[in-house]
């Protein structure tokens, strides 16, 4: 097989028959890279740059090696732009080339699909459970329902009201095989549920692209592990997009539970505004009083906590006021709820002694089972039975609601165990895969990982950055955040020629970003290089605060320049400004987090990405700050082991942004002197690829 995969990526290959194939060494040496994985059921964590095609690097191998030896493939992405990517364009793509035969297909949440069976009972009961408003939209869900195609909110034009397509779509307990599967009574008559005609797809095909949340969400579901596999028998995983691994992993693994989701699991069974709830379908109005007095228990809850998490942030002096707050100790408040819940599943066992429909029987079974686990994430949260675990609230604003909404959290400090155990200790291969996993950027050669690090650079205002300085923990500190550390470490670089595509500026003249002055020499120097492109700008914050104040500051500055200026959180969604800037090529884009990573606007319309301050991440988020103290308790030194690996590679993922095509050319520009005066610099310049230099 790896002679297949190498000879299918070849310049004589079955790819090179395809219109605009470049042949690139460094995609070649991936896919046989992932062959010898798959085939030796071993670990890969690979680095594949800009460029390199991962998707079919990994999905041919894989491919080949799950028909040929009938296992299943299962390929986890963290944007839905690369699960269309390799839904809509490669996977179809390799079904005209590959001689092999293979199926395919994409997974959503649950929650995504209609339950014809729930839609069918919701229509039944509907003057219970509905508003007259929304009986209509009911009736509007029935009539796409006789039209869609796949069943899944994607299909709307416009997307139905929350509340009514929570009472429709698939839920666990609520939709299953034996209720509204192939084989069950209901589908015999009626049109099959959408979930559960995935579900067969899922089963039956070779190939199953999923996110990476709902990967973690299904782990958490398989209790003992399998003999050879990691979701399911059979299977191998391969991890797209494996930078985001560790986040998305603390969050599925830990619990939360929001007020709101407190409020809709009671308001289920009855709700005091509408009157309608699965009681009120019953006729069972003596149980109703309980289900207002636990709501009110809930806002009294809610109510304490956030002036226990007030009273504990006054007496903090570094902390003025809170959107996430740390809780350090056991019953920081009294559990007023439990009492009012254990009542309230009382009565559904009571009721459920004299219910004889199977129907009412499991909407109640289920509203009892989620009440049960509201209790016990409410008792976890305020006993911190997890000694490994960091605690905290979050507090945020929904809507026009001028009340905040409160959220308790927990998630361990530390994943590496359990991702070694339950991930990279499985009986089958596992793969991660990403444009940037290593603290330095590699060579325009092939570089194994395995090669020992050299030493090299100079010191000249302007010169020639060599990307051989590697950082000693390269591509190490991911593999051992994640638990992978028996993984086969390999980092193949980029086909781009970046000394030709890239011209690095380095503001030596800022002020450290802590002082008074940055923010008007940022104004300054972003004025300066956004006349050099006219336009065509990523300007990259950290902070949302300096980021509207820079923005206010220079809109004069864009209209004089006749530049419109999108900034991120000021009203337009962040897919509508990304497409707004990608289409008008006059335009400057202000973002944060979420446009450092997982971007793509090829061609002219971004020429020039402006990265204002180093990204280290704020320390005293409760998780990041468990992190550091976990370090530190171990003996090690928190800012060189995590705040600056992160850093560096969040700095790798903000420049990446700006070459995504082999005819791409721009300009960086670092604006925080640091990354020339501190020590820590030249980690960030070792992050770069090999590109002319100039120091100002």
């Known amino acids: 097989m790896v002679r297949d995969v190498r000879t299918f990526f070849s310049p004589e290959g079955s790819l090179a028959r395809f219109k605009n194939f470049e042949y690139r060494p460094q995609q070649q040496q991936m896919a046989e890279a992932v062959a010898e994985a798959l085939l030796t059921k071993n670990k890969l964590i690979v680095e594949g740059g800009t460029g390199v095609g991962k998707s079919l690097a990994y999905l041919v191998p894989a491919i080949l090696y799950a028909t040929e030896h009938k296992k299943k493939a299962i390929i986890c992405t963290h944007t839905i732009n690369l699960q269309e990517q390799l839904i809509q364009k490669d996977l179809p793509l390799l079904k005209k080339i590959l001689d092999t035969d293979f199926t395919y297909t994409m997974l959503k949440g649950r929650s995504n699909y209609l339950c014809t069976y729930r839609l069918h009972r919701a229509l039944r009961n509907a003057k219970y459970l509905f508003t007259d408003t929304e009986q209509a939209e009911l009736e509007r869900i029935k009539e796409w329902s006789e039209k869609t195609k796949d069943g899944t909110l994607s299909d709307f034009a416009v997307e139905p009201d929350p509340k009514v397509w929570s009472e429709v779509c698939s839920e666990r307990g609520l939709c299953s095989p034996k209720v509204c599967g192939h084989k069950s009574d209901f589908a015999q008559d009626h049109p099959l549920c959408f979930f559960q005609k995935a579900r067969n797809r899922i089963f039956t095909a070779d190939l199953l692209v999923l996110n990476h949340t709902l990967f973690f969400i299904n782990l958490g579901l398989v209790f003992n592990k399998l003999p050879d596999g990691v979701l399911m028998n059979n299977d191998f995983v391969i991890f797209d997009e494996a930078h985001t691994l560790e986040n998305v992993a603390s969050k599925h693994i830990g619990f939360s539970l929001s007020s709101g989701q407190y409020r809709y699991a009671l308001n289920r069974l009855y709700n005091p505004r509408t009157q309608k709830g699965v009681f009120t379908s019953l006729l069972r109005p003596n149980e109703i009083p309980h289900i207002a007095d636990a709501l009110e228990a809930g806002e009294e809850f809610f109510s304490v906590l956030e002036e226990a998490c007030d009273k504990a942030c006054q007496a903090t002096p570094q902390k003025l006021s809170w959107s996430d707050f740390r809780v350090r100790r056991p019953n920081l408040i009294g559990n007023n709820v439990a009492s009012h819940l254990a009542r309230i599943r009382d009565d559904i066992a009571e009721i459920l002694k004299t219910v004889d429909d199977e129907e009412s029987t499991s909407d109640l079974e289920y509203c009892s089972k989620r009440i049960t686990e509201i209790q016990s994430v409410i008792g976890d949260f305020l006993d911190q ?61 092939l570089t194994d990982q395995a090669k ?20 000693p923990m390269g591509l190490e500190y991911v593999s051992n955040r994640l638990g992978g550390e028996s993984s086969r470490l390999l980092q193949v670089g980029s086909p781009f020629d970046f000394e030709r595509q890239v011209q690095l500026y380095l503001v030596n003249k800022m002020p450290d970003p802590r002082e008074d002055e940055y923010q008007e ?17 990523f300007v990259l914050f950290t902070n949302n605060q300096l980021m509207r104040k820079v923005a206010e500051e220079l809109e004069p500055f864009f209209e004089e320049l006749d530049l419109e200026l999108y900034v991120q959180g000021m009203g337009l969604p962040r897919s509508a400004m990304l497409d707004k800037f990608r289409k008008n090529t006059d335009s400057v884009l202000f973002g944060l987090d979420s446009f450092w990573q997982g971007v793509d606007v090829p061609g002219n319309s971004l020429s020039n990405v402006i990265i204002t301050r180093l990204p280290f991440v704020a320390p005293d988020h409760p998780l990041t700050e468990a992190r550091l103290e976990l370090i530190r308790l171990r003996g090690g030194n928190p800012f060189m082991e995590y705040t600056l690996p992160e850093a560096v590679l969040k700095f790798r993922q903000g420049i990446g942004r700006l070459i995504r095509t082999q005819s791409d050319h721009g300009i960086v520009v670092v604006l925080d002197s640091r990354i020339l005066s501190k020590f820590y610099g030249s980690r960030f310049l070792e992050a770069m690829p090999k590109c002319a230099v100039e120091i100002i």
Do not use: C
């Open 385 to 445: 039975s997890a000694l490994d675990h960091v605690y905290w609230v979050e507090k945020n604003f929904v809507g026009r609601n001028p009340n905040p909404q409160l959220s308790l959290h927990a998630a361990p400090m530390d994943i590496a165990q359990y991702l070694r155990e339950r991930l990279f200790g499985a009986n089958t291969s596992v793969v991660l895969t990403s444009a940037t996993l290593s603290m330095s950027a590699g060579t325009t050669a």
């Open 452 to 471: 020992a690090p050299q030493k090299g650079g100079s010191s000249s205002s302007k010169r020639r950055l060599s990307s051989n300085n590697r950082l």
């Open 521 to 537: 020499k940022l104004v300054e120097y972003i004025k300066f290089f956004v006349k050099q492109t006219h336009g065509k700008a």
